[in-house]
C-alpha cells in the first residue's frame, strides 16, 4: 500500500514501523519541541504531496500534533487507539509498537480537522449522553472515539474534536447507540 502524503511521526522507530506497514515518506519531529525547521519541512510538504500527522496517543503525541496543525493548516489526522499502541509486555507506548495492520488501518483512516467549526453537538448533548462529568464517562469516550476514528480524549478536547472533525448528529447518535450497546452487553 502506497500512501501519496508524507507522514509526521516522532522519530526514527516510528519511520521503521510505517516502513514495516506501507510504503511511505515521513518527516520525524525528534520529539516534543518542534523547531521551525520541522515546520518549513511540513510546509512544504503540505504544499506539494499532503500531509498525514501520525503522533503517540500520549500527552507529548497530542502536543505535536495540535503544534503542527497549528502551524499548517490542512493536514489529514491518524490516531491509533493506547491499546494497539502499547508494546508486547506492556513497556512502552507508541505507533513503533503498532501492528502492520494497525498502522494501516489508521492511515485508512486519516480525515482532516476543519477550521471552520460549526456546532452540531453541544456540550450539553455530551453532558446528556453521560460523555463528560459521571461515572464511566471515560469507558465511553474511548469507545466513541474507536467508533468515530477521532483518538481518545479527555472531556473538554471531545467537544472541539467532534466540531473540527465535522462530527454530523446522526454520525454521533449511531456511534452513542452502538456505545450504549456495549454497555448492555457487558
Given at each position: 500500500m502506497r500512501i501519496k502524503e508524507i507522514i509526521v511521526v516522532e522519530g526514527k522507530d516510528d519511520t521503521t514501523a510505517i516502513k514495516r506497514a506501507v510504503d511511505a515518506d515521513t518527516i520525524e519531529t525528534n520529539g516534543s519541541a518542534v523547531n521551525q525547521a520541522t515546520i518549513e519541512k511540513v510546509l512544504r510538504a503540505q504544499e506539494t504531496r499532503g500531509v498525514i500527522i501520525?503522533?503517540?496517543?500520549?500527552?507529548?503525541?497530542?502536543?505535536?500534533?495540535?503544534?503542527?496543525?497549528?502551524?499548517?493548516?490542512?493536514?489529514?489526522?491518524?490516531?491509533?487507539?493506547?491499546?494497539?499502541?502499547?508494546?508486547?509486555?506492556?513497556?512502552?507506548?507508541?505507533?513503533?509498537?503498532?501492528?502492520?495492520?494497525?498502522?494501516?488501518?489508521?492511515?485508512?483512516?486519516?480525515?482532516?480537522?476543519?477550521?471552520?467549526?460549526?456546532?452540531?453537538?453541544?456540550?450539553?448533548?455530551?453532558?446528556?449522553?453521560?460523555?463528560?462529568?459521571?461515572?464511566?464517562?471515560?469507558?465511553?469516550?474511548?469507545?466513541?472515539?474507536?467508533?468515530?476514528?477521532?483518538?481518545?480524549t479527555n472531556g473538554k478536547q471531545l467537544h472541539k474534536r467532534l466540531m473540527m472533525f465535522q462530527i454530523s448528529r446522526q454520525e454521533f447518535a449511531q456511534a452513542l447507540s452502538v456505545v450504549r450497546q456495549e454497555e448492555q452487553n457487558e
Open positions: 501520525f503522533t503517540d496517543p500520549d500527552f507529548p503525541g497530542e502536543k505535536i500534533r495540535k503544534t503542527i496543525a497549528t502551524a499548517v493548516p490542512g493536514c489529514k489526522h491518524a490516531f491509533l487507539t493506547k491499546e494497539a499502541a502499547i508494546a508486547k509486555g506492556g513497556r512502552g507506548l507508541g505507533v513503533e509498537h503498532a501492528r502492520p495492520e494497525a498502522i494501516k488501518e489508521a492511515l485508512k483512516d486519516a480525515q482532516i480537522m476543519h477550521e471552520t467549526i460549526s456546532e452540531e453537538i453541544t456540550q450539553e448533548d455530551l453532558l446528556t449522553a453521560g460523555l463528560i462529568g459521571g461515572e464511566g464517562a471515560k469507558e465511553r469516550r474511548i469507545i466513541l472515539g474507536k467508533l468515530l476514528k477521532i483518538g481518545y
